[in-house]
């Protein structure tokens, strides 16, 4: 047989393909990609994110069959790993299969899920609340399914992503303040007429630097103008305030913020979250908040992960203090080393490095001798910011502390940070 003639289709009489110009989405790509080229060659080619580390969450992670003191999660209380917790996790697939399979408006509520609803009102301190599948959709579907083009919020300068996606879903007017600066709110404020629905939305405890929203200024000016409250307590939950109840109890303020979000991804070591606040308001969001209206239901097991987790924290006041003491015990140590540090009160400890191939260096170092960080560079901080994020948990030992201690200061001294 004699072989076909191949043909190029744009050469071909009478046909009017072309070839493609380049996309802006291929050029979006090729632009990243000269990006993370020029990334991996500062790090030389040690990537310091996205590593991968069996278990994740325990004081001592493995990584490529090496040992190492883990100093980067948020299961700050431990509870992932709480006996109880797994057992009761267990037990609830035994029950209920792995997931619901179906949203929470058709199939996909369960006895579980309206359990866990009421317990965590009654935790946060509101008349009802409501589930989410994760702690990003929970502040996504809370935010654009209360705003709209007509409305403002009020968002401090350091908000959490999830924040910042919900509010440009919502398609709200924008008025960003500077970090917990009360006169910046203020001014915002001043700006917004009087007959316009205002929301002020504000982390809890900020992620990166570890410091605490002023809630009792922030409600005085909302009462002052006319707003709305929104906090996101993701990482206040379970470590602040006398029984461990949040940012909330911290001030003494439950019961005063319109809505409280929460994630089950940090103290609760699941993934789910929820929003308190009065019950027309939650009933209000389930039918007109789209992120949860069109997912699926949280799987069972997470509602008695959650669920553990709360009775565990009730009955465990323990770990809480052993939490405190650790925080307590590595942020003074790391201060007598003359480490810069960002004032905080939180699990979250930043030390200051201030150059960004300084910062890989250090978090990639400090994997070498087996301590286990966060390195935090733009955009996640101006480059005069970058920092290396310590989170601590309470089933971190004594030794666990010293030795990473001893690390630190290794480090430190051989890159000349202290």
């Known amino acids: 047989m004699l072989a076909k003639k191949r043909v190029s289709l744009d050469k071909q009489p009478g046909n009017s393909y072309k070839k493609p110009?380049?996309?802006?989405?291929?050029?979006?790509?090729?632009?990243?990609?000269?990006?993370?080229?020029?990334?991996?060659?500062?790090?030389?080619?040690?990537?310091?994110?996205?590593?991968?580390?069996?278990?994740?969450?325990?004081?001592?992670?493995?990584?490529?069959g090496k040992k190492m003191i883990m100093l980067g999660s948020n299961n700050y209380l431990g509870l992932s790993n709480h006996p109880l917790v797994k057992e009761e996790a267990k037990k609830a697939i035994d029950v209920y299969g792995t997931g619901a399979c179906s949203s929470r408006i058709c199939a996909g509520s369960t006895s579980l899920h309206y359990k866990l609803e009421n317990e965590l009102a009654e935790y946060k301190g509101t008349e009802s609340a409501l589930l989410f599948p994760t702690g990003y959709m929970t502040m996504m579907g809370t935010i654009s399914g209360l705003l709209d083009e007509n409305?403002?919020?009020l968002s401090d300068q350091l908000n959490h992503a999830s924040i910042i996606d919900g509010i440009r879903l919502s398609k709200a007017q924008t008025r960003i303040y500077e970090h917990n600066d009360m006169k910046s709110l203020e001014?915002?404020?001043?700006?917004?007429?009087?007959?316009?629905?205002?929301?002020?939305?504000?982390?809890?405890?900020?992620?990166?630097?570890?410091?605490?929203a002023n809630l009792p200024e922030i409600k005085s000016l909302a009462e002052k103008y006319g707003a709305f409250v929104m906090v996101d307590d993701a990482h206040g939950s379970g470590i602040m305030g006398e029984k461990g109840k949040g940012t909330l109890e911290h001030f003494h303020m439950e019961g005063q913020i319109d809505l409280v979000c929460c994630t089950f991804s940090k103290v609760f070591g699941a993934l789910g979250g929820f929003v308190g606040a009065k019950k027309e308001i939650i009933n209000f969001l389930?039918?007109?908040?789209r992120p949860f209206l069109f997912t699926a239901s949280p799987p069972p097991s997470v509602m008695s992960t959650v669920l553990a987790c709360l009775r565990v924290m009730k009955n465990h006041p323990e770990l809480l203090q052993k939490l405190r003491k650790n925080v307590k015990y590595l942020r003074e140590n790391l201060k007598n080393l003359k480490f810069r540090l960002f004032p905080t009160e939180t699990p979250i400890i930043p030390i200051i490095i201030g150059e960004?191939?300084?910062?890989?260096?250090?978090?990639?170092?400090?994997?070498?001798?087996?301590?286990?960080?966060?390195p935090i560079i733009p955009p996640g901080v101006s480059a005069e910011s970058s920092l290396i994020r310590v989170s601590v948990m309470a089933?971190?030992?004594?030794?666990?502390?010293?030795?990473?201690?001893?690390?630190?200061?290794?480090?430190?001294?051989?890159?000349?940070?202290?």
Request: charged share 30%; with cysteine.
């Open 21 to 64: 110009h380049k996309s802006p989405f291929c050029e979006k790509l090729t632009r990243f990609q000269e990006f993370y080229d020029g990334f991996l060659s500062r790090v030389e080619y040690r990537n310091p994110y996205m590593r991968i580390i069996d278990p994740t969450a325990t004081p001592s992670v493995v990584k490529n």
């Open 286 to 289: 389930r039918f007109n908040s």
């Open 151 to 153: 409305d403002i919020v």
């Open 356 to 374: 960004e191939e300084k910062t890989f260096r250090m978090s990639i170092e400090l994997e070498e001798e087996g301590v286990y960080v966060n």
């Open 187 to 212: 001014e915002s404020l001043k700006t917004c007429p009087s007959d316009v629905n205002k929301l002020i939305v504000t982390d809890g405890i900020f992620s990166i630097k570890g410091d605490i």
């Open 395 to 418: 089933t971190l030992s004594q030794k666990d502390l010293d030795t990473a201690l001893d690390k630190f200061k290794l480090v430190g001294k051989r890159l000349r940070i202290i």
